[in-house]
């Protein structure tokens, strides 16, 4: 029966015959259709300990992206393989830029996924750091090297924020290591004249979410982050409008904010609530929530679209504070949470055979990772409200638990982790077999130490095309993912499936420290 199972649940003939046969007349429940859809499925394929394996890889990942001088421990023992890279980034507009990380394979610093990138590793880390045990400072570690770049960004120009480092239609031209660039290190800002409400914003919920991670550990770098969180988001607030528009020549296709900038506002007040616990930010949701978006759905979460973000986040001020008023975000929550659950009157989710979320072909694991952080953070939060639980449809009769919630995050989690039809990890050097040719410049090209001589901007194309392995483990990076059919191109040149990005993994890692502490489980 679970051989059948696991071979023909999600055709959706089998799933009928299913649940007629489990639930009989009572097909409606969506506790007994989402259990025969997916919780029939063993509870897990690893243990705790491959969760921590995998945790420590996932935050591993982040120090292969890292832009500027590194630190010593790095270069010694992490990934030695790495140097240090853009060192002059800045100078050329008098402003120090040196920092932050690269987004994906490539060698540009740009600001929305970085921004949205350490809001996401704060939020992990603020929701499960107590999971995270000695990965914890690691992570700290992550979210710092963000963050310091961020508030060298926002300060450095006053009504200025600088939101890109590099050229990304020059460095695309090029297939070559960070610690030989010789492309031209254009600097980007958006101003009082050019605004960018929407990086801007985000930029403020990652300072804001940050402060909350060293409130207790680095009290004042925690106020300098919430002081200048406050700022930006008043620039974004005062001048209004999408860097899309502004640059949209140098951020576009490849960051467009393609949802305009009201949703990145509300992100960041609802940050900048939490962390200040001030309430004219509650005042500020209250007055403008409609306007930005409060009364819509939306289903996904990625560095574009921060609606449903917005509301769980939101939803918690109900559910754990009692704050009245954010009521209506708990059942925007519900909505964004049975639209994923398999027999919701909500559901609307697309699953590939395999038990894979699937929401398009280009990077589709980062709207996995981001799903499955959001149904642990709302499992959370629901477990900690009295007879908290998930109300999918207008009638209000189905509803979903919160340990239902664990399971189906745990399904996604595990199928990245190589439970899946190919037995394949999608994260690099995690397990027996993992994708060998990742589409990322220094993991592929010979590393400074092994080849000290430059190799530049043409000549590196040998080693894209090649069909050899990367000849350096990118530790911990997970990649775009398999597509629709489950299927998997190992093949450097398909960037869709094989190249990984940072805020792939940031949700990712606050996932993996809550399986990774079996005193955290929920089920």
């Given at each position: 029966?679970?051989?059948?199972l696991?071979?023909?649940?999600?055709?959706?003939?089998?799933?009928l015959?299913?649940?007629?046969?489990?639930?009989?007349?009572?097909i409606?429940n969506?506790?007994?259709?989402t259990?025969?859809?997916?919780?029939?499925?063993?509870?897990?394929?690893?243990t705790?300990?491959?969760?921590?394996?995998?945790?420590e890889?996932s935050?591993?990942?982040?120090?292969?992206q890292?832009s500027?001088?590194l630190?010593?421990?790095q270069?010694?023992s992490?990934?030695?393989?790495?140097g240090?890279?853009?060192?002059s980034?800045?100078s050329?507009?008098h402003?120090?830029l040196?920092?932050?990380?690269?987004?994906?394979?490539?060698?540009?610093?740009?600001g929305l996924?970085?921004?949205f990138?350490?809001?996401?590793?704060?939020?992990?880390?603020?929701?499960?750091?107590?999971?995270?045990?000695?990965q914890?400072?690691?992570?700290?570690?992550?979210?710092?090297w963000?963050t310091?770049?961020?508030?060298k960004?926002a300060?450095?120009?006053?009504?200025?924020?600088?939101i890109q480092v590099?050229?990304?239609?020059?460095?695309?031209?090029c297939?070559?290591?960070?610690?030989?660039?010789?492309?031209?290190?254009?600097?980007?800002?958006v101003?009082?004249?050019?605004p960018?409400?929407?990086?801007?914003a985000?930029?403020?919920?990652?300072?804001?979410?940050?402060s909350?991670?060293?409130?207790d550990s680095?009290?004042s770098?925690s106020t300098?982050?919430?002081?200048?969180a406050?700022?930006?988001?008043d620039?974004?607030n005062?001048?209004?409008?999408?860097?899309?528009?502004?640059?949209g020549?140098?951020?576009c296709?490849?960051?467009c904010?393609y949802?305009?900038?009201?949703?990145?506002?509300?992100?960041?007040?609802?940050?900048?609530h939490?962390?200040?616990e001030?309430e004219?930010y509650?005042?500020?949701i209250?007055?403008?929530?409609?306007?930005?978006?409060?009364d819509?759905?939306?289903?996904?979460?990625?560095?574009?679209?921060k609606?449903?973000?917005?509301?769980?986040?939101?939803?918690?001020?109900?559910?754990?504070?009692?704050?009245?008023?954010?009521q209506?975000?708990?059942?925007?929550?519900?909505?964004?949470?049975?639209?994923?659950a398999?027999?919701?009157?909500n559901?609307?989710?697309?699953?590939?055979?395999g038990?894979?979320?699937y929401?398009?072909?280009?990077s589709n694991?980062?709207?996995?990772?981001t799903?499955?952080?959001l149904?642990?953070?709302?499992?959370?939060y629901?477990?900690?409200?009295?007879g908290?639980?998930?109300?999918?449809?207008?009638g209000?009769?189905?509803?979903i638990?919160?340990?239902?919630?664990?399971s189906?995050a745990?399904?996604?989690?595990?199928?990245?982790?190589?439970?899946?039809?190919?037995?394949?990890?999608?994260?690099?050097?995690?397990?027996?077999?993992?994708?060998?040719?990742v589409h990322?410049?220094?993991?592929?090209?010979?590393?400074?130490h092994?080849?000290?001589a430059?190799?530049s901007?043409?000549?590196?194309f040998?080693y894209?095309?090649?069909?050899?392995?990367?000849p350096?483990i990118?530790?911990?990076a997970?990649?775009?993912g398999?597509?629709?059919r489950d299927n998997?191109?190992d093949?450097?040149?398909n960037?869709?499936?094989?190249?990984p990005a940072?805020?792939?993994?940031?949700?990712f890692?606050?996932?993996l420290?809550?399986?990774?502490?079996q005193?955290?489980?929920l089920?």
């Amino acid at each position: 029966m679970r051989l059948l199972l696991n071979t023909y649940i999600h055709s959706s003939f089998y799933y009928l015959y299913i649940t007629n046969m489990f639930c009989g007349a009572n097909i409606n429940n969506i506790l007994c259709s989402t259990l025969c859809m997916l919780f029939i499925l063993p509870s897990s394929a690893f243990t705790s300990q491959d969760y921590t394996n995998a945790l420590e890889k996932s935050i591993i990942f982040f120090e292969g992206q890292r832009s500027g001088r590194l630190p010593h421990n790095q270069s010694q023992s992490r990934l030695p393989w790495r140097g240090d890279s853009g060192l002059s980034d800045g100078s050329g507009y008098h402003v120090d830029l040196v920092g932050g990380y690269y987004d994906a394979g490539d060698n540009v610093k740009f600001g929305l996924p970085m921004a949205f990138t350490t809001t996401l590793l704060s939020w992990s880390v603020i929701e499960f750091g107590n999971s995270m045990k000695n990965q914890l400072n690691n992570a700290k570690d992550a979210v710092r090297w963000g963050t310091d770049y961020l508030l060298k960004a926002a300060t450095a120009t006053p009504d200025a924020l600088y939101i890109q480092v590099g050229d990304p239609n020059n460095d695309h031209r090029c297939w070559e290591r960070a610690e030989d660039m010789d492309t031209t290190r254009n600097v980007y800002k958006v101003s009082s004249e050019n605004p960018g409400s929407d990086v801007a914003a985000e930029t403020a919920a990652a300072l804001a979410a940050a402060s909350i991670v060293f409130k207790d550990s680095d009290p004042s770098y925690s106020t300098k982050l919430l002081q200048t969180a406050i700022q930006v988001f008043d620039f974004a607030n005062r001048y209004k409008g999408s860097y899309s528009d502004s640059l949209g020549s140098v951020v576009c296709p490849f960051y467009c904010s393609y949802s305009g900038y009201h949703d990145e506002l509300l992100w960041a007040a609802s940050w900048l609530h939490r962390a200040s616990e001030n309430e004219s930010y509650l005042t500020y949701i209250q007055s403008n929530g409609h306007t930005l978006g409060a009364d819509e759905d939306d289903f996904s979460f990625s560095w574009d679209d921060k609606r449903a973000g917005t509301k769980i986040l939101l939803a918690k001020g109900f559910l754990e504070d009692n704050i009245e008023d954010f009521q209506l975000y708990k059942a925007h929550s519900d909505n964004y949470i049975c639209s994923l659950a398999p027999g919701s009157p909500n559901f609307q989710a697309q699953y590939t055979p395999g038990g894979l979320l699937y929401k398009g072909s280009e990077s589709n694991l980062q709207y996995v990772t981001t799903s499955s952080f959001l149904l642990l953070a709302y499992a959370k939060y629901l477990s900690s409200s009295q007879g908290g639980e998930a109300t999918c449809g207008g009638g209000g009769t189905s509803t979903i638990t919160s340990d239902k919630l664990v399971s189906l995050a745990r399904k996604q989690v595990d199928y990245i982790l190589g439970n899946n039809p190919a037995k394949m990890s999608y994260m690099v050097g995690f397990g027996q077999r993992y994708p060998q040719h990742v589409h990322h410049r220094g993991s592929s090209l010979p590393s400074v130490h092994a080849h000290p001589a430059h190799i530049s901007c043409g000549d590196g194309f040998q080693y894209l095309n090649s069909r050899s392995p990367n000849p350096n483990i990118l530790v911990g990076a997970v990649l775009g993912g398999p597509d629709n059919r489950d299927n998997f191109a190992d093949d450097r040149n398909n960037y869709q499936q094989s190249e990984p990005a940072t805020y792939i993994n940031a949700p990712f890692v606050g996932a993996l420290a809550f399986f990774s502490d079996q005193s955290t489980q929920l089920v």
